[in-house]
């Protein structure tokens, strides 16, 4: 089983609509998530944190549920902007106490006009 | 703000040629990374390091060296270049655990 695992997408969606992506993670000590936005031939940038309690930056809303290992992305009113590859990053530990920084294959995101 | 820079960002090698990677960072971070990114495959961690003089295998280190001999640079080695070897790299660092990744641009590389 992969370490992080997504949909792949993609999603193709309209303008204005609400989306969401899942991503799951094997890791039960898996210490923290992220959601990366990566577009086409460019270098991947942080969307957000995802916080135990859920956090909102925006149209942007992150869940974690650790009981069923998943974090989650909701998009609201998406917008053309919003095409482009979401990444999410989890962080477990290895063996040797060193923490690694482990990314999902990506869902991938066309907003239609 | 320079951030993460990568060197080369474009190369063509040919088979069995080497070449080296730099990845050079102006934020005083700790942690820094090695990826390779595949169609379909996402990014692959290769080698990573926790400090200055300190590395290690990431998911698929096959193929390729590593060396932190400065807390600011972080260079990836192909002694024997492959067309397996033709991706997208890049490197990221981040200050500690649980804090977020920058990165570099990235190198796209060809082996013919």
């Known amino acids: 089983r992969k370490e992080v695992e997504q949909d792949p997408g993609p999603f193709n969606v309209p303008e204005g609509a609400t989306v969401a992506f899942n991503c799951t993670y094997s890791n039960s000590a898996s210490q923290s998530f992220f959601w990366y936005r990566q577009d086409c031939r460019k270098e991947p940038k942080l969307l957000m944190s995802v916080y135990s309690s859920g956090n909102e930056d925006g149209r942007f809303t992150a869940q974690l549920n650790r009981a069923s290992q998943y974090i989650s992305l909701l998009i609201r009113d998406s917008k053309l902007s919003d095409s482009a590859t979401y990444l999410c990053?989890?962080?477990?530990?290895?063996?040797?106490?060193?923490?690694?920084?482990?990314f999902g294959t990506g869902t991938k995101l066309q907003v239609i006009p | 703000n320079a951030g993460v820079t990568q060197t080369p960002k474009f190369r063509v090698l040919k088979t069995g040629q080497s070449m080296t990677l730099l990845c050079a960072q102006d934020m005083n971070h700790e942690y820094m990374y090695w990826y390779r990114q595949d169609p379909g495959m996402g990014l692959r961690l290769i080698h990573y390091s926790v400090g200055e003089g300190t590395t290690a295998k990431g998911e698929v280190p096959d193929g390729y060296n590593v060396s932190r001999l400065k807390k600011q640079n972080f260079l990836l080695g192909l002694e024997s270049a492959a067309p397996s070897q033709t991706s997208v790299y890049f490197c990221?660092?981040?200050?500690?655990?649980?804090?977020?990744?920058?990165f570099g641009q990235g190198t796209r590389l060809t082996v013919v």
């Open positions: 990221a660092s981040r200050p500690r655990a649980n804090t977020e990744a920058f």
């Open positions: 990053v989890v962080n477990p530990m290895n063996s040797g106490g060193y923490q690694k920084v482990t």
